[in-house]
């Protein structure tokens, strides 16, 4: 049976002729040995890159029971529906099959395994005593109890997830003493794509986290350096293993989302780019290479492309909506970056109607996206914009019978960074950049200002410094920045404005190549503030910069 490892060489797998009708092929096994459950579960993640969720499921569901590899596929794939869906049924299905994979998995885990033991420590016979079979538990244990605190995330918010390190951090240890076996044998092969996904993971997950949170986490045995994980999950991908998508679709996410949100924005799009080729090849019509192809997009400021990708990624399956809606949340962006304000307001109502998530933001963005539009238009649509927003709790107080200031939805795109996407595009920055002062000449000009105003004037003025600053305009939007900063006893509600000014501040430094006075200024947002809105994120990009600042070479005015 075919493999699913996609490395970038591997070229032995043909997908449309192998897997296009493949369930209508494939009968129940009559037994299961390792080689073969782990053969079946590489076609049942072929078939759900084929977007035939259903089929895969029903593939691995016969042997859930008594096969690790069928236990761990099956309650994967349902955790990933129910943290779509986002339905109570769903997560408490996915919660019970995954404490089922557990068991199935312990049942082929060596007993007594050193993990548990007091030490927590592998010695080299304990790892030699390993069968082949009991390596494989560990691993696949290891997974689905990570996959089973995530879901657990999902009701609680509680993540636990120790010992799945732990189990990770011993198969790294039996890996590089038994590197002998690599070569000559498929399965352990296997076992180390396996090791190379969950360390690469971890490492890179963990060195996100601000540096107060990492030094505690490091005290009790966790350890997270981003070029470490980064080489593990590239070796993952280069692999011809089961697991190999699965480090491609890591690093994807890294580079698409997380730098973004949780970053400065600086993802690699080239390698990112280059992992999503062959799938690309392989899988034409499969959603979810589909969506990062237009993912890509979009970080290069391609709007109109990637928006044919997004139609094209809907268009390819009906069975699991809730991709449908991921595309919605991106075309409503790539339609708000060009000003196309009717657009991003369709399908901001749509995910309103559709989608479970948070109907608190989706509200927020209607809102935000119709006060943009002429009041006129706005009527068009048959909703009120004031009381969308007064929807939205935290926002009742603040709209007592006022009109929405244009300047909310350029607060909310910058929250998503947004204005690391748009400044890919002189044009649509420029015409941003328009809006933003035709907000703040209003708020000049308003005859009745509110005790708010102070607030909303810092407000535009961070942001038009941000479009400054990627119009390559700096010292402009220098003088935007430090405005606020001077502004700053002036400001009541919204004390968010003056950290992150700093942070803006900084980049700005690190890009004129002033290293020391850009770490001066974040450091400054990142130890003399607390307790603002938005605190914990800007805490992750923080870190992410200084990061960034730690490698770049020392320069003075």
Avoid at 435 to 462: H, R
Wanted: hydrophobic content about 40%; charged content about 25%.
């Amino acid at each position: 049976m075919a493999r699913v490892g996609n490395g970038a060489g591997n070229t032995d797998v043909d997908v449309e002729d192998c897997f296009e009708d493949a369930y209508d092929r494939i009968p129940v096994a009559s037994k299961m040995d390792l080689k073969t459950s782990i053969e079946e579960c590489s076609m049942a993640l072929n078939l759900v890159l084929n977007n035939k969720f259903s089929e895969a499921l029903d593939l691995l569901k016969p042997w859930a029971k008594d096969s690790m590899y069928h236990a761990l596929g099956y309650s994967s794939i349902l955790v990933m529906q129910a943290a779509m869906t986002f339905e109570h049924k769903d997560i408490q299905t996915a919660m019970a099959t995954i404490k089922e994979a557990l068991q199935t998995c312990q049942r082929f885990r060596k007993r007594n395994t050193v993990v548990e033991s007091i030490s927590s420590l592998v010695s080299k016979q304990a790892s030699d005593n390993l069968k082949e079979e009991e390596r494989h538990a560990e691993i696949c244990y290891a997974e689905c109890l990570h996959t089973k605190h995530t879901s657990a995330h999902l009701c609680s918010g509680g993540i636990k997830i120790r010992t799945s390190y732990q189990i990770y951090k011993e198969c790294q240890n039996i890996l590089s003493e038994s590197q002998d076996l690599v070569s000559s044998s498929e399965t352990f092969r296997q076992f180390e794509g396996g090791v190379k996904l969950g360390i690469g993971s971890f490492n890179l997950m963990l060195s996100l986290l601000p540096g107060r949170i990492l030094r505690l986490l490091e005290f009790i045995g966790f350890s997270g350096n981003r070029e470490f994980g980064l080489s593990q999950l590239r070796e993952g991908a280069a692999s011809h293993s089961l697991r190999a998508i699965l480090c491609v679709l890591t690093l994807l996410l890294y580079h698409t989302y997380v730098c973004l949100i949780l970053g400065t924005g600086e993802g690699n799009l080239v390698e990112a780019e280059a992992l999503l080729e062959p799938y690309l090849d392989k899988f034409p019509k499969g959603s979810i290479i589909l969506f990062y192809a237009a993912r890509i997009a979009v970080l290069r400021g391609s709007f109109e492309k990637a928006q044919v990708k997004f139609q094209e990624c809907i268009a390819a399956q009906q069975e699991w909506k809730q991709i449908h809606h991921l595309c919605y949340w991106e075309l409503m962006w790539s339609h708000s970056f060009q000003q196309d304000w009717l657009q991003a307001y369709r399908y901001a109502d749509l995910l309103c109607k559709e989608s479970r998530w948070s109907k608190a933001i989706y509200v927020y963005q209607k809102a935000a996206i119709l006060s943009m539009l002429p009041e006129e238009e706005a009527k068009k649509a048959g909703e009120n914009v004031v009381e969308l927003f007064r929807q939205v709790e935290g926002l009742k107080q603040r709209l007592a019978g006022k009109s929405i200031p244009t300047e909310k939805f350029a607060e909310m795109m910058y929250v998503w960074n947004g204005f690391t996407i748009v400044g890919k595009r002189a044009d649509l920055t420029e015409g941003l950049l328009v809006t933003i002062e035709k907000a703040e000449q209003q708020l000049s000009n308003d005859p009745n200002p509110t005790e708010y105003q102070p607030d909303d004037q810092c407000l535009v003025q961070m942001l038009k410094g941000l479009c400054l600053k990627h119009l390559g305009r700096l010292l402009q939007a220098e003088l935007c920045f430090t405005q606020v900063l001077s502004s700053e006893r002036r400001i009541r509600y919204d004390h968010y404005l003056v950290p992150f000014t700093l942070y803006e501040l900084g980049l700005l430094y690190k890009q004129q190549g002033d290293v020391a006075k850009a770490t001066r200024f974040i450091e400054n947002a990142k130890l003399n503030y607390k307790d603002y809105s938005m605190e914990s994120r800007l805490h992750f990009r923080i870190h992410a910069a200084l990061s960034s600042l730690k490698s770049s070479p020392v320069s003075t005015p």
